[in-house]
Nanobody, 121 residues
Framework: QVQLAESGGGLVQAGESLNLTCGVS????????AGWYRQFPGKPRELVAT???????TYADSVKGRFTISRNNADNMVYLQMKSLKPEDTAVYYC???????????????WGQGTQVTVSS
């Protein structure tokens, strides 16, 4: 069973940066796609960034140019580098493993506990 554990969230001021980390266990990491979601209070989770097995990435329009997703297959880690943070980035962030069907990303059913990111103005 795949397990995911996010870390690296915290409280920062607008314009600052945070780096989120996700440890993935229980799968052949190099063969899976990965993604980061975020959830605002009272809202469904939204997809922020994806990374396929070949290193291709996609980003939500709201974070393009500011966020970078990457992975380290040797350590089974997925990262989300966040720069120029805005108060509207405040959310709980989750990493996922998943698959692509065409250009659509489908997360697997297991989720980590998430990590809170709070950006003050």
């Amino acid at each position: 069973q795949v397990q995911l554990a996010e870390s690296g969230g915290g409280l920062v001021q607008a314009g600052e940066s945070l780096n989120l980390t996700c440890g993935v266990s229980g799968s052949i990491f190099a063969s899976i796609a990965a993604g980061w979601y975020r959830q605002f209070p009272g809202k469904p989770r939204e997809l922020v960034a994806t990374l396929n097995r070949l290193g291709g990435t996609t980003y939500a329009d709201s974070v393009k140019g500011r966020f970078t997703i990457s992975r380290n297959n040797a350590d089974n880690m997925v990262y989300l580098q966040m720069k120029s943070l805005k108060p509207e980035d405040t959310a709980v962030y989750y990493c996922t493993s998943g698959t692509f069907v065409g250009t659509n990303y489908y997360p697997n059913s297991h989720w980590g506990q998430g990590t809170q990111v709070t950006v003050s103005s």
